[in-house]
């Protein structure tokens, strides 16, 4: 039963997704299972959002392909779904703008609802500040959150030079929050205590170890495809189906951009010497 003092979440994760492996939709129960287990929170979708090709990472084949392999794998969920929205664009989008994006849309559907729930009952539309945050999302009960899921990497990443605007680590972890999964031999909460940044939003800041571990990795899951090696109970079997039938992942397709700076790095070092 619904426990109207819960608050409501949605779980984003962004990422390559190249391609998708059976933990990064662990990483969305595992997520699930923690936040639910406190009692404050009721998690009631997930979404996954693969990057765009002008990420240029090396070995990143086509978003197309990535999105309808995410699709594939979430076939069998009747909670986590795919966005495409991401990967559609022409250029790298950062995440934060990702986030925002995905919480205008949650804000979209709230006031169709409200506006449904005022023809039903009569009730004034509830109000928005001048920050576009409606203020039903400014209280704990009754207000839905917009958190990003990651993996622990993506934490250490935070401290790469040039990779992510200390502005956007700000508003990522201090409006929306992170869950984040931890994986052996990973000391997050070491990430953490080192950034100031992290360490004034660590209570935006929500920490999963995963005990049953499993170390699938994507540039591994590759590496044996180049090779002809079986991938299956790594991946979902739609997927590996998929890159069967698409003839994906090469020698050649793993050296895609390989001589392009990452688009971040491209961005945020422009000017700096």
């Not at 190249?18 to 404050?40: C, K, V, W, Y």
């Not at 989008?93 to 023809?119: C, F, P």
């Not at 945050?133 to 400014?138: N, V």
């Not at 956007?168 to 990430?191: H, M, N, P, Q």
Request: glycine residues 6%; aromatic residues 8%; hydrophobic residues 35%.
């Amino acid at each position: 039963m619904e426990n109207s003092d819960q608050t409501k979440v949605v779980l984003l994760a962004c990422g390559s997704y190249n391609p998708i492996t059976n933990i990064h939709l662990r990483m969305f129960e595992l997520a699930r299972d923690h936040l639910e287990d406190t009692g404050n929170y009721r998690v009631f979708k997930g979404i996954i959002s693969p990057v765009g090709d002008g990420y240029k990472k090396k070995g990143l084949i086509e978003a197309a392909h990535r999105i309808e392999m995410a699709k594939l794998a979430t076939e069998s969920s009747n909670w986590v779904r795919v966005d495409p929205w991401e990967g559609q664009q022409a250029e790298w989008v950062e995440t934060v703008k990702v986030l925002r994006h995905h919480y205008e849309e949650l804000l979209a559907a709230e006031r169709n609802k409200d506006e449904v729930d005022t023809v039903k009952v009569g009730k004034k539309r509830r109000h928005e500040d001048s920050d576009g945050w409606a203020h039903s999302h400014c209280g704990k009960t009754g207000m839905t959150q917009l958190k990003l899921l990651c993996g622990a990497d993506v934490l250490e990443s935070f401290s790469v030079p040039n990779l992510w605007k200390p502005e956007d680590i700000t508003e990522i972890v201090g409006r929306y929050g992170l869950v984040c999964i931890t994986r052996a031999g990973s000391d997050a909460w070491k990430f953490v205590h080192q950034s100031d940044i992290l360490w004034r939003h660590r209570k935006n800041i929500h920490l999963v170890k995963e005990w049953v571990t499993n170390e699938i990795s994507a540039t591994h899951v590759r590496r044996a495809l180049r090779r002809g090696q079986s991938v299956r109970y790594l991946l979902p079997d739609p997927v590996v189906q998929y890159i069967q039938e698409q003839g994906l992942y090469s020698a050649d397709s793993e050296e895609k951009n390989a001589d392009v700076v990452l688009a971040p790095l491209q961005k945020y070092s422009k000017g700096c010497n």
